[in-house]
């Protein structure tokens, strides 16, 4: 078998200048043996194939590339992505800024009106405290000078006049102005502490207790003249367990005094029991109550 045959029928692969130097041409993927100075054939490392040459005068094909979208021009009327973009950030800006401010401006307010009502709270509650305080200490007061009058004292008038009697607290203080002397008229003044002056005009008494020489219709009759003119009002009273009784008074007794009268016949005389202010209704009524007459 001569070269040829060992070669498997390839062709040898000519050289450029066309002269053989030994070497065959192997199809791709198949090695291809090479002679060597000895004449024996030696192994070669596997060529890739090789792309045919094109012949002379026949158009080349170019590379195959991705074609590329071409870009769309803009729209008339509308503003680049990019502008779009930064306009929508300016107005989310200035939408958390307009958020924000209002916000503040509402913690401001709700801040100032919370320190208003708790001003307007602490202030009520302050003052309802003080009254509270000032309404359990004028009880405490009136209870201390409630109990300060007990025990009651006893006065009794003149035997000449009925011996007519009653209890007064021992807080108040009582002057004797006319004792009845010569047939006259009988007067006793009572005040808290200290009787004021009789003669003055300003003066105002707990309990001015009266026996006149005088018939009852004739002391009545200057009363009954101001209750008709609106001044006082009047209705009849009598005291339980005693033979005491007559008209009750109230309203204005006097010039610039509002208070209590009350009429009762002594014999042939008129006991006056009369209180110059609204303040000692409470103990003109106690005493009262326990109003007697001890002779005849």
């Not at 009106?113 to 202030?123: A, G, I, M, P, R």
């Not at 021992?170 to 010569?182: E, I, L, N």
């Not at 042939?268 to 009524?285: C, W």
Request: glycine share 8%.
């Amino acid at each position: 078998m001569d070269q040829q045959s060992n070669m498997g029928g390839f062709n040898p692969l000519p050289n450029m200048d066309g002269a053989n130097n030994g070497f065959q041409a192997a199809p791709a993927g198949n090695v291809v043996p090479q002679a060597n100075s000895f004449g024996g054939a030696a192994p070669v490392t596997p060529v890739a194939p090789v792309n045919p040459v094109p012949a002379p005068n026949q158009p080349v094909n170019p590379p195959m590339m991705n074609p590329v979208a071409p870009t769309p021009a803009p729209s008339a009327g509308l503003k680049p992505a990019k502008e779009r973009n930064t306009l929508v950030e300016t107005l989310v800006l200035v939408g958390v800024c307009v958020i924000a401010a209002a916000a503040i401006v509402f913690a401001v307010i709700f801040f100032m009106q919370y320190n208003e009502l708790k001003t307007n709270f602490e202030s009520q509650k302050t003052l309802a405290v003080n009254d509270a305080v000032k309404v359990q200490q004028d009880k405490d007061e009136a209870a201390y000078e409630e109990r300060a009058k007990e025990p009651y004292y006893s006065f009794t008038g003149p035997s000449d006049y009925g011996s007519i009697s009653f209890e007064y607290p021992k807080t108040w203080s009582v002057y004797v102005d006319k004792d009845g002397t010569g047939n006259g008229d009988y007067a006793a003044y009572f005040q808290p502490k200290q009787v004021d002056p009789i003669s003055g005009k300003s003066s105002r008494y707990a309990l001015r207790f009266q026996i006149l020489n005088k018939q009852i219709t004739s002391v009545q009759s200057s009363y009954d003249i101001k209750v008709k003119n609106g001044k006082l009002t009047s209705r009849n009273y009598s005291i339980e367990g005693s033979n005491l009784s007559g008209p009750w008074y109230e309203g204005e007794i006097a010039d610039g005094i509002r208070g209590i009268v009350v009429l009762m016949k002594v014999n042939d005389k008129t006991l006056v029991m009369q209180t110059d202010a609204e303040a000692y209704r409470s103990d003109f009524e106690t005493l009262m109550k326990k109003l007697r007459r001890n002779a005849n």
